[in-house]
Each structure stands twice: as C-alpha cells, then as structure tokens.
Nanobody, 123 residues
Framework: QMQLVESGGGLVQAGGSLRLSCATS????????MGWFRQAPGKEREFVAR????????VYAASVKGRFTVSGDYVKNTLYLQMNSLKPEDTAVYYC????????????????WGQGTQVTVSS
C-alpha cells in the first residue's frame, strides 16, 4: 500500500509558476512509476508527466514539455511538479499517482492516487 497527498495548488496568473508536491508514505520501490495527471471540468483525466521512483528518466505530455519538470526527493519521499509559464488551459485538478509495475501514460497503469489539488490559471 502507498498513500499519496498532494499540495501546492492555487490561483496564479498566466505566465506564472507553481510547484506541486506529493508526499508519499507506505511501501515504495524503484520499480514504481510515479505520475502526474490532471483533469479539467468536463474532460477526461490526462497524463502530464512521469518518473521512475528513485530514478531520473522522465516523460512529459507534449502540451507541457519544456514548461513542467517532474522530480523526486527520495529522502523526503516527496514527488514534485514544477510548473512554469502556466497557461489558462493548464487549469485542472492535478493528481499524483503511483504504479507498481507499469510504465506508461495510461491512468489504468497506476494503482495508487492522491486526492488531487486544484490549479487555476487566470488570463
């Protein structure tokens, strides 16, 4: 079992930055994939970024590549999503997720989810 708690969301103007945090507890493993997803009102949950727990390999959605950075502090057991040059279309609830065996963008590959944190970008 793994527990995930996101924080750091809020209201920001377009062009601004936010850093989301995902505090983890419970069982972790270097085989875990750690992902960030988001869901805007009326839309399906979509993949944002992922990183292997304890690793450095990262993958990003095309819509955020070059603006967002996913990283982890494995001493603090915390995952981060640094979001720069934010756009109104980045407005969504952002979720942290962990998958025990898969490595991909599909939400079905992830076994554990946080409760989400709201990010609102005003124009």
């Amino acid at each position: 079992q793994m527990q995930l708690v996101e924080s750091g969301g809020g209201l920001v103007q377009a062009g601004g930055s936010l850093r989301l945090s995902c505090a983890t507890s419970g069982r972790t493993s270097r085989t875990y994939a750690m992902g960030w997803f988001r869901q805007a009102p009326g839309k399906e949950r979509e993949f944002v970024a992922r990183i292997r727990w304890g690793g450095a390999t990262t993958v990003y959605a095309a819509s955020v590549k070059g603006r967002f950075t996913v990283s982890g502090d494995y001493v603090k057991n915390t995952l981060y999503l640094q979001m720069n040059s934010l756009k109104p279309e980045d407005t969504a609830v952002y979720y942290c997720a962990a998958g025990e065996g898969g490595w991909g963008a599909a939400a079905t590959l992830y076994d554990y989810w946080g409760q989400g944190t709201q990010v609102t970008v005003s124009s």
